[in-house]
Structure formats: C-alpha cells, structure tokens
C-alpha cells in the first residue's frame, strides 16, 4: 500500500501528458477539416474533435479503452476480432518460446560453467548472437522453416527462443558459479564429484539469479513473438494486429493491440516475481 | 611410529605472486600422533592456515613430504579420512539443520536409514538434539558452527581439521563451545589440529601447541603441555595454565623480532 500514491502519481501524470499530446497532435487535422468545412472552431469544439477523430495521429486513452472493451468483453473469443483471440495466439508461441529458449539458455550455462574450451567458444557466439538485429533475421527463419515444411507455431518460438535464451545464460552462467571459494573447498573435501557439486551446490544457489533472468527473457520473447508474427502476412497474433493497424491506419487498433501487449508482458513478469518469491523464501534466500 | 596420523618433513609451499614468490612455509618438520589435539598459533601470514589446507590437500606443496595417516594428502581426502571445519559455517540456506549435516553422507553415498542414525547421533553430540528441523537462519551463531561441526564428524572421520572455528564469535560463546569440544574430543577420541590466533583459546584446548612465525612461515616453537586432560574452564586461573601461555607468547614475540 505503500506505494499506491507513487503510482497513482505517475500514472495520472502519464494520462495528463497523453491527453495534452493527443490535443496538439490531432488539432492539424482538426483544422484541416474545419477549413475545407469553411468554418472556425472554437477552442473547447477543436479539443473536443481532436479526441473523437476516427483515425487520429494518437488515440485518446479512452479511445484505446472503448477499443480493447469492444475487442475483448463484447466479441467472442473465438472471433477473429477479438483481442483474447489474437492474445492467445501470441502467448502461445511466447511460452513455448520462451520454455525453449530457459531449456537452451540452462543447458548452455552449464556446458559454460563445466567446459573450459565451451567457456572460451560458445560465449562469444552467444553474444555475437544479440547483436544482429532481429528484424533481419526473423524472416528469414520463418522462411527457411516453411521450406522444411514447418509453419504455425514453431517458427514464431524460435525467434522467441532467440530473444529469451541470452539472459538465461548470462544470470546461469553467473549463478552456477556464485559459489563461493569456501564452500568449494568444502565440497573437495568430501571428496564430491562434479555431478554432486552441481545438483547439491551449484544449481541451488543459482536460483536467484535464474528468476531474474527469467522475468528478463519472458519479456523478450514476448517481443520475439510479436516480431515473428509481422512478416507472416499477418494472419493472426498481436503482432498481426500491429501491421493490419498500419496498413489501415486504424492507429486506433494498433493502440490497443500495443497495449494489450505491454499488460500481457507485465502479467507474465509478475507470475514469474510471485514464482521467484515463493520459491526463494522457501529456500531461505528471500532478499 | 604407528600412532603417527600426520607427518611433515622439510615441508615447503612457495606462491607465486605478480610481486615475486611468498614462502608460505618453510622447511616445516612436524609429528602429530593419534588422539592429540594440536593446535597452530601465530601471527597473520604465518602458515598456519596454508599448513591446515596442506594435510587437507586443498593446497599442494612445493617441497618436502607430507603424509596424513600414512598417505598422501590427496588419497586421504579421497579416502574421506577427515572433516575440515571452516572459520564460517557455511551452512546451506535452503536446507534445515538435519539437511545440512545428511549433505556430505548423502554425496558418500551412505544409506537412507543410516544418515538418519548419524545425523541424530551427531546433533546429540553437538547438544543440537531437537534442532534438526530448524532452518540455519533461525539459530545463533555458535550454533551454527556446532552445526557445521556436527557435519565435519557425521561421516565418522579420524581427523579433525579445524580453521578457527570459533574466531568469529563472542569471548561467552566461543568458552563454551572450547568447553564443550574437549568434551566432544574426550568422548570421540579423534585427532585434532586446530588453527587459532588466540592464547588462551590454544593453551586450555591443547596437548601440543605449534607456535609459528611469519616471513617465511615456519615453526617457532612446540610446546608439550603439562596440563591434566580434566579441564574444568578455571584451570585458565592456574599458574601452570599462565606459565604455558607466557611461554607460548614468548615464542610468538621471538619469530616476530625475527
């Protein structure tokens, strides 16, 4: 409760901000309109057109808002207007994404941690990997698989995958070896092996690091997902939404399809918070 | 010669640093017999704790020989021959007290039925018996390394190596936890070398004291002590106890004018 005032704070001031641009962004076209009407428009009569236009440079909050409840309470879920619709097929291929690339992102970690030759040569190709532009290579995987006859579901998730694996090495790779030089000789003398250090020590104390990774990577395959709908011919999905909007200029559309995005992404970031407190209180290393 | 459980001779460790070698330790000749309780005083860099990591084979000299219960000290730690006790507790977060001490039979490999008879073995030693549910959090820091204690003994080891254990705790508590380690020493009659920077703590627990020096690390002094191995905490009031502990102190202020 301690910080709803912060938050109220911001969150009016977002609107305030919103509704003054959506004012002096939509107001050109406004006047366009009136001046080929031939007639002039008074102040309150230019504010109150700028917020009702039905294709405006930026939709009023509450243009967005009647938007998404028209798209998602008053359509039917299996409509292919409906937003619940186009959100499930996104947060499908996120999830699966998003368990493939934590699965890859562990089990390279791991190679890392224990090999030394893995250590010196995957870890660069892991980063090199960041550094090309998904927009670029998104394509050409949805491309290449639908040569190989995989199409749907997959293709999106691996250039989820692609997104999300990055941070789960990085925090894995840093977890796994956030043992400390004590408790790695105390686990020499017992005489454990490396199976036994990684199970009994490593893995264990690598959990806080993992959820923060996580929420890190759910967020990007979110986008990874949302990408790898766009030059799909935007059937269906968000990111389908994104590039009908545009193509249509129903800014409107895009509007709360963005939004509906960016809510599911904090949704699933919060699942994964829930998940990591839980988790790391039962383990004793609450923060 | 039988009863020797660890024997250096002419034992040296040289690190190599960016600011030139550091003789760890230097020409180190030492005996420790089965049952003892010796422990190693002196000064920061003195070796005490690098010739404890030694027999423990977590360092490896660079010259001499070593053998710990007649073996090298990789064979003997392979052989699970002793329980090292570091200065922190190091006790697992995320496993309750009894969890902890089951860790190193669970990595041996020891049956299910027989770590639960040796955890509760232990604890009892330990005076913990009640505390195996607890989590590490919810003790005090004396009992947490009588926890950690209790784990250094739980797979039945010969020799104990203990790296001041008790150096991070409170004069009340670290009297009582000396108290109740000669106990503990009586009862199991195990082979402890014991690593300390405090006088008095060495004097009360010992039957040998190794009194070393720093630059380069070596062996000042070796001390038999004549005290009865009954104990009671006022012996340290005795004129034997004093005399000891002037002479190890002796020692130390020698090797440092050295």
Known sequence: MRSFFPILTVVSSIFVIWYLA????????????????????????????????????????????????KTTVLKKITSKRS?????????????????????????????????????????????????IPILAVAPMIIVVLNAVGVSGLLPKAVISMYLSFFPVVVGMVKGLRSPDAMQMDQMRTWNTSRLGVFWSLRLPSSMPYLFTSLKIGVAASLVGAIVGEMPTGAVAGLGARLLAGSYYGQTIQIWSALICAAALAASLVAIIGVVQKVTLKRMGMAL | MNNTIISA?????????????????????????KGEFVSFIGPSGCGKTTFLRVMADLEKPTGGEISVNGVSPEEARKSRAYGYVFQAAGLYPWRTIGGNIKLPLEIMGYSKAEQIERVSNVLKLVELDGFEKKFPWQLSGGM??????????AFDADILLMDEPFGALDEIVRDHLNEQLLDLWAKTHKTIAFVTHSIPEAVYLSTKIVVMSPRPGRIADVIESTLPSERPLS????AEFIEIANRVRDGLREGHNA
């Not at chain 1, 006047?31 to 102040?43: E, G, N």
């Not at chain 1, 309150?44 to 243009?63: C, E, F, G, N, R």
């Not at chain 2, 001779?9 to 017999?33: C, M, R, W, Y």
């Open chain 1, 22 to 69: 959506a004012i002096a962004l939509n107001s050109t076209w406004a006047y366009d309109k009136a001046k080929r009407a031939d007639v002039t428009l008074t102040f309150s009569q230019m504010v109150a057109d700028t917020l009702a236009q039905k294709k405006p440079l930026l939709p009023a909050p509450h243009q967005v808002a009647k938007e998404i409840y």
């Open chain 1, 83 to 131: 937003l619940i619709w186009h959100g499930w097929i996104t947060l499908s291929a996120t999830l699966l994404g998003f368990a493939m690339g934590t699965g890859l992102g562990i089990v390279l970690a791991v190679g890392i941690v224990h090999s030394r030759a893995m250590d010196m040569s995957v870890m660069p190709w892991v980063i090199t990997s960041q550094t």
């Open chain 2, 9 to 33: 001779k002419n034992l040296s460790l040289t690190f190599e640093t960016n600011d030139g070698p550091v003789h760890a330790l230097q020409d180190i000749n030492l005996d420790i017999h």
């Open chain 2, 144 to 153: 947490q390394q009588r926890a950690s204690i209790a784990r250094a003994l």
């Open chain 2, 235 to 238: 012996i340290r009031d005795s």
